[in-house]
């Protein structure tokens, strides 16, 4: 089946520096989602992304849909607190269904 | 709007014992899934369904069965828990062909 691979797998960062983590998947996709998951919640949806290139922000959340439709890439810029969980991209593949593939998160913590 | 609910929020089962968990949603959402999320492997999907009457299996279906009898709920069934079924389950919806699926808060499972 479909592989997301997703990294860096944890980062410890401090607050008010900038992070990147990104995803690869071993085929093309039509859709690149980013959730976040805070402890004991299911994961909400950050950004969506429809279209390769795209480049689409949600205040200090950026994430850009990669040329070749195998990649995805989200930064968060001046980290606060409050950014603490994990980070999951999802793919969905051009097969006409809604199903999508997970990749294995990214883990955030800020250091104090 | 309550979203996609879940209940119950924790379970503890006995090897062999049975049980639903339960998954409502109030948006009037086609489509509904169900995934696991054990660590560092991200989320699975077991089943999924694209509307009323109509369900398929995911990437881990084994042991696990659902239902769809009306747009609002997708119940999961175990019908005969194991250890290896120990994880946290999502439901989810999103209205069809978006792939902005929305997440419940997840029902924690313990198979003893």
């Known amino acids: 089946g479909q592989q997301l691979n997703q990294s860096p797998q944890s980062m410890f960062i401090q607050e008010g520096e900038d992070v990147s983590m990104n995803c690869t998947s071993s085929?093309?996709?039509?859709?690149w989602l980013w959730y976040k998951q805070d402890p004991g919640e299911g994961p909400v949806l950050l950004i969506a992304?429809?279209?390769?290139?795209e480049l689409t922000s949600n205040g200090r959340l950026t994430a850009q849909f990669g040329i070749t439709r195998k990649d995805s890439f989200l930064n968060i810029s001046a980290s606060i607190p409050s950014d603490v969980g994990i980070y999951f991209c999802a793919g969905q593949e051009p097969s006409g269904n809604e199903k999508l593939t997970f990749g294995t998160g990214t883990r955030l913590t800020i250091i104090p | 709007n309550a979203g996609v609910t879940q209940t119950p929020k924790f379970q503890v089962l006995k090897t062999g014992q049975s049980m639903t968990l339960q998954c409502a949603q109030d948006m009037n959402h086609e489509y509904m899934s169900w995934y696991r999320q054990d660590p560092g492997m991200g989320l699975r999907l077991i089943h999924y369904s694209v509307g009323a009457g109509i369900t398929d299996q995911g990437e881990v279906p084994n042991g696990y069965n659902v239902s769809r009898s009306t747009t609002e709920d997708f119940p999961l069934r175990l019908l005969s828990a194991a250890p290896s079924q120990t994880s946290v389950y999502f439901c989810?919806?999103?209205?069809?062909?978006?792939?902005?699926?929305?997440f419940g808060p997840g029902t924690r499972l313990t198979v003893t």
């Open positions: 989810a919806s999103s209205y069809s062909k978006g792939a902005k699926q929305y």
């Open positions: 992304l429809y279209k390769a290139g």
């Open positions: 085929s093309i996709f039509n859709t």
